[in-house]
T-cell receptor, first 113, second 109 residues
């Protein structure tokens, strides 16, 4: 089946620093990838749609200058949380779409101290 | 956007019992998927089922697109089936999934 990886799986950073999360489709090419955020005991909320070679589309209420997305190739999208603050602590999950179905990475747990 | 509602929110089953999880959606869809989120947060694809019926072992799913609902059946439940089950749908013309709030399933020995 289609496999999506994420790196790192867990990161702790200090307030004010930036963190980059990588999402890779390992055995297929993905024109479109998605980034989600999940708070404890809640559902997944779509943050942005990442399109290879073009600008990401952000959902309402998501700050594009805080959450920088780059989709430089058909197998890699990155999410950079800039000037992170404790309220950015969350579980970030990416997905990649192939043949209309989305496959999800294992997630990145971000803790900002 | 599309609304996705799941029921029940919580379900406790004795091992070996059967269960049905429901997902209602508010618009025509071109994608409907069921997932199981394991304790480590990984979303495992169960079914891609915008319409029709599929079966995979003890799990099966049915989507009635004209009536805007989908059902996930779990038969002969096992403790390893415990976790949160999510339904997610993308409205026609979009690939963006909207997730329901999930059903938390606990299977007890």
């Amino acid at each position: 089946g289609a496999v999506v990886s994420q790196h790192p799986s867990r990161v702790i950073c200090k307030s004010g620093t930036s963190v980059k999360i990588e999402c890779r489709s390992l055995d297929f090419q993905a024109t479109t990838m998605f980034w989600y955020r999940q708070f404890p005991k809640q559902s997944l909320m779509l943050m942005a749609t990442s399109n290879e070679g073009s600008k990401a589309t952000y959902e309402q209420g998501v700050e594009k200058d805080k959450f920088l997305i780059n989709h430089a190739s058909l197998t890699l999208s990155t999410l950079t949380v800039t000037s992170a603050h404790p309220e950015d602590s969350s579980f970030y999950i990416c997905s990649a779409e192939t043949e209309h179905e989305q496959y999800f990475g294992p997630g990145t747990r971000l803790t900002v101290t | 956007g599309i609304q996705v509602e799941q029921s029940p929110p919580d379900l406790i089953l004795q091992e070996g019992a059967n269960s049905t999880l429901r997902c209602n959606f508010s618009d025509s869809v071109n994608n409907l998927q069921w997932f199981h989120q394991n304790p480590w947060g990984q979303l495992i694809n169960l079914f891609y089922i915008p319409s029709g019926t599929k079966q995979n072992g003890r799990l099966s799913a049915t989507t009635v697109a004209t009536e805007r609902y989908s059902l996930l059946y779990i038969s002969s439940s096992q403790t390893t089936d415990s976790g949160v089950y999510f339904c997610a749908a993308a409205r026609a013309g979009s690939y963006q999934l909207t997730f329901g709030k999930g059903t938390k399933l606990s299977v007890i020995p």
